[in-house]
């Protein structure tokens, strides 16, 4: 029987527990930080966030952002309502960037970090767990939540003296949004999960 793996909260490092030590307070070889006693506790923290920020997404894309009211005339914008106008115009190209970049690969890199996570936690086989790491590893390029709240930031400030501006419950979904993907992305460490996807693959033919 192996000896169990362990995930440290501070500084990711993958450290393999004795088993007779497992269930005793022990600490980080690198950091000295006190280790949980097993992978899945590790995992429950990145798991957590990715759910809130899947839930998150929801309000963030659908509700208004900000409310601009011009001389009686009010418009209110949400995500998805400048996806569509950006297609209505013509500009189908532009509005499926938009789209990719701040709704969709947001939400498919914190479901995979949170399949990724419960699959490694339950002890799925290493071969459903590589797909997904692949996956994950090749959409965080495309997600840019941080350049589209930089884009909104600009947009106040020149709305600002146009008229009234008022924030609407979408800005705060979002800004909640981008901080728990940023915070997910700290806590989540694929290269310590590839190592421990790679030891178990080798352990399963070596076991043949």
Known sequence: MSDPITLCHHCDLLVKLPAEEAAQ???CPRCH???????HQGLQAPMALCLAGCILVVPANTLPIMT???LGNSNANTMLNGVL??????YWWMAFLVFLCSVLAPVMILGLRFAVCLAISTGAPSQWVVPLL???QHLTHWSSLDV?????LVAIIKLVDLGDLVFGPGLYS???LLLLSSWSTAT????????LVSRSQHQGKTNR
Not at 148 to 152: C, F, K, T
Not at 188 to 195: I, P, R, T, V
């Open 174 to 176: 979002f800004i909640a």
């Open 68 to 70: 601009l009211s011009i």
């Open 33 to 39: 930080a006190d280790l949980p006693h097993d992978l």
């Open 188 to 195: 989540f460490n694929a290269k310590a999960l590839w190592s």
């Open 148 to 152: 589209y709240m930089l884009g909104i």
């Open 134 to 136: 692949k996956g994950y």
């Open 25 to 27: 307070t022990t600490h």
């Open 85 to 90: 106008q950006l297609f209505d115009a013509g």
